[in-house]
């Protein structure tokens, strides 16, 4: 009961949020029914309010007509361009939260379009875009492409900013979310430090955005075996975000996510199935079936299956991660690639070898093309295919692939801090 008046007063403090945002709007001479040029402008201007309550919150679904609303308004009623241009910014950043990549890469090019017309060179509203963009990339694991803008990003704003200016931190924590996901620990540590010094001092240490950053850097100490600190920072994290937004919203799902592989890397599998299961149902909840949020973390659900031996109850649950993953981001995607290592891993086990080569093969071709060639992921997949060899009685060839799997791991070691 107690849950359900929580909801129903964050729910409420919501509508307060949207209707106050509404009449101040209306109050400024936003009416919809008036044919006054300037007066539809606003009129958009409070779409375009309204939707960003939602977007604040989570709620993309409510948001997107809104914003849909407010770009058709602005068109067809020749608004100025810097508002056309604020109207696809937004349906970028809307897009791509609900996955619909391409849609999100389109606006994000107009609104790009628009800006070199309407501002100079290297104005900050332009590297706000560029790092709208680079997030785009990042989901389609166009790495390189995603640095690119993100490094243009940077050099524009180092023109108007000094090196300690709190608006310089977004930037730097884009760079190092993408040095995480290819692998470079030290290089992304550095930035996400860079970043928390200027958060503090700005934000001070118990703000929404602080938390989320010390829920950032939680997974990279994860990813480096530094679980103490991993776990106290995400304690931190999740405390205040649940004072925000309550104990079960779905946009602490990737704090869960962080939780989740704390528990499994130490080999707490109970703990870490309920808050991997915990994230897919919220997701699920709120994106649909299909998003690829809930491909990603099937995968990684399926991972911890197989790490525990548990074939049947992993088999079903790596099918329809690869499924989604294949429709929603494509086979040249590393999460899919890595949602193929888990389902060949299952087809060795099933003695389905050939099946199980042939995943080997596009996740390894994928994986090779998109990252650096000493990438861990690259050595989990040389791990199954040298599982494979060995199956097929092919020890010389399975030595050749541990050998060059423990290369790997051997150059990734500097990089990542011994496991407690």
Known sequence: MLKVLSLKRRNNKLLIIVLTSFLVLLSKGVVFGTTNVEEKVL?????????????????????????EQALTLAKTKNAPEAEVCSCLIDLAYLYKHQGRLIDAEKMCNLALELQKKLYY???????GTLKILGSIYQEQSRYHQARSVLDQAMAIMQTS???DDPAMAPFRIAIAQLLVTQGKLTEAEDYYQQALNLVNNSFGPNRLYTAALLGKIANLYTLQGQLLEAEKLINQTITIQEKV???EHHLIAPTWLTMAEICQARKDYTEAE????????AVEKQYGHDHPLTGKVLMLLGQ???AQGKYDDAESICQEAVTI?????GQENDSTAMAFNNLAKLYIHQEKYQQAQNLCCKALNTLEIIFEPDHPNIAMVLDTMAQLEQRNGNVLEADKLIQRAEKIREHYKP???ATE
């Open 415 to 417: 990089i990542a801090k």
């Open 43 to 67: 009129s958009c201007t409070a779409l375009r309010a309204m939707a960003r309550v939602y977007m604040a919150y989570g709620d993309y679904a409510k948001a997107q007509p809104l914003t």
């Open 161 to 163: 900013h000094l090196p």
């Open 245 to 247: 937004y309550g104990p």
């Open 274 to 281: 309920k808050l991997f299961k915990k994230v897919i149902s």
């Open 325 to 329: 993953l294949e429709n929603s981001l």
């Open 121 to 127: 060179k290297n104005h900050p509203y332009i590297a």
């Open 304 to 306: 911890l299956y197989i």
